[in-house]
C-alpha cells in the first residue's frame, strides 16, 4: 500500500469513530509551539507563525465538517507585548495580511468573524481591517471563529468587575442582583456558549490566562504536537479523546439504576 493509501485509511479509519451525535460545539484552541517549531528547523520563530495560519485554515474548515459551531483561538494575548519588537511587528503585519488574503473566502463559507481582546493598542490599519471584516461578516450564521488579541483572561473579569461596580453606583443594579448570569451578561463572549472543549497544542500543561471564566468545565485536551505540525489527524484525535470523556460538571455519572454506593468513587 502505497503512504499516501496508509494515510487516508488511517484518517477514513479516525472519522468514522467520531459520534457525528457528540461533536463540541465550541471548541476553544490554544495553538502554541510556533516559535519551537522553527527553531527545530533552524528557521527565525516568524516561519513558525507563518505555517501556523495555513493550520488554523485547515482547522477551521475540519470543524465545519465535523459540525462544530464555534471555534475560538488564541492568537495573541496580553502577556504577547513582551516578545521583540520585531516578532510583535511581524505578528500585527500577519493578521492585517491574513485578513486582506482570506476575509472574501471567510464571508463566502458563511462564516462570522468576531475579535475578542482590547484592540486600542494596535496599529490603526490592522484595527480598520479588523473592524471592516466583523462588519462584512456580521450576519453569517453558519459557524462562528473568535479571534483572541490582546486578550487576557484576568483583564477580561476585572472589566466585568468594574461594569458591574458602575452599574451598582449608578443604582442601575443592586449588589444583591449580582450573579453567574448577570456575570455573564458582560463578558466579551457574551451571548456565546462556553467551550466543551480546550485543545492545546505543543505539550504545555497551563491555560495561560485563556478564557478563565468561560473554561470552568470544559474538557482539556493537550496535544504534544507543535502548532505548525498540527492537522485535522490530530484534531480527530482530540474530538475523540473528548467523546471518550465522561463529563459530569462536578456531579455523579447518571446510569440507569446505579446506587450512590455503586458511584462514589467514580467522581
Ligand atoms: C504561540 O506560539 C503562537 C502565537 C503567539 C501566535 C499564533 C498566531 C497564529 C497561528 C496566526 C493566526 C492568524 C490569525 C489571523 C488568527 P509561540 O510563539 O508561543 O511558540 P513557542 O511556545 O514555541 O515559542
Excluded at 475540519?62 to 483561538?73: D, F, I, R
Excluded at 468545565?217 to 474530538?239: G, Q, R
Aim: one cysteine or more.
Amino acid at each position: 500500500m502505497s503512504l499516501g493509501k496508509i494515510i487516508d485509511k488511517k484518517y477514513n479509519d479516525l472519522s468514522r469513530r467520531i459520534d457525528m451525535q457528540k461533536v463540541p460545539e465550541h471548541i476553544a484552541i490554544i495553538m502554541d509551539g510556533n516559535g519551537r517549531w522553527a527553531a527545530k528547523k533552524g528557521l527565525p520563530r516568524s516561519f513558525g507563525h507563518k505555517s501556523g495560519v495555513s493550520v488554523l485554515k485547515e482547522i477551521l474548515k475540519a470543524s465545519k465538517k465535523l459540525g462544530c459551531k464555534v471555534l475560538t483561538v488564541y492568537a495573541f494575548s496580553t502577556e504577547n507585548w513582551t516578545r521583540p519588537i520585531e516578532e510583535v511587528n511581524y505578528l500585527i503585519n500577519l493578521f492585517c495580511e491574513v485578513l486582506k488574503n482570506e476575509i472574501e473566502e471567510i464571508h463566502q463559507e458563511s462564516i462570522k468573524l468576531k475579535f475578542i481582546g482590547d484592540l486600542t493598542p494596535f496599529p490603526e490599519n490592522l484595527k480598520k481591517i479588523i473592524y471592516s471584516s466583523e462588519s462584512l461578516t456580521k450576519n453569517n450564521n453558519t459557524f462562528l471563529l473568535n479571534v483572541c488579541l490582546n486578550y487576557g483572561g484576568r483583564q477580561e473579569i476585572v472589566k466585568v468587575a468594574k461594569e458591574l461596580a458602575l452599574k451598582s453606583s449608578s443604582g442601575e443594579i443592586k449588589p444583591s442582583e449580582v450573579n453567574e448570569e448577570l456575570f455573564n451578561s458582560e463578558l466579551l463572549t457574551q451571548g456565546i456558549k462556553d467551550p466543551e472543549l480546550l485543545i492545546r497544542t505543543s505539550g504545555e500543561k497551563r491555560i495561560s490566562n485563556f478564557l478563565l471564566w468561560q473554561l470552568a468545565y470544559s474538557e482539556i485536551y493537550i496535544s504534544d504536537v507543535l502548532w505548525p505540525d498540527f492537522n485535522e489527524f490530530e484534531f480527530l484525535k482530540a474530538i475523540i479523546d473528548y467523546q471518550s470523556r465522561n463529563r459530569r460538571f462536578g456531579g455523579i455519572e447518571s446510569l440507569p439504576n446505579e446506587s450512590f454506593e455503586d458511584s462514589q468513587y467514580s467522581s
